[in-house]
């Protein structure tokens, strides 16, 4: 299962950093947004897949598993 990697220490001094021109700073949070619909994403559509006895060592019902499953990507 592919797991959302956190944004590094460099990544995070970089957006904090007040010198960063601004077109570079919207780049910075474009990308860390994208990459948390991206995970969303992958994480939803292995969610999706798992079997009745998966979900249930994960402590889900499959009707948790499909409502969460079901929500779009750009939604926490």
Same mark, same amino acid.
């Given at each position: 299962m592919t797991q959302a990697r956190p =944004?590094? !220490?460099d990544a995070m001094t970089l957006m904090?950093?007040?010198a960063l021109p601004v077109p570079a700073? =919207?780049?910075l949070r474009f990308a860390a947004v994208v990459t948390t619909w991206a995970a969303r994403r992958r994480t939803r559509l292995v969610l999706a897949a798992l +079997?009745?006895?998966e979900l249930d060592d994960a402590g889900l019902t499959p009707e948790q598993a499909? !409502? +969460?499953a079901s929500r779009?990507?750009?939604q926490a």
């Open positions: =944004i590094s !220490a904090t950093y007040r700073m =919207i780049a +079997e009745p006895w499909s !409502a +969460e779009v990507f750009w």
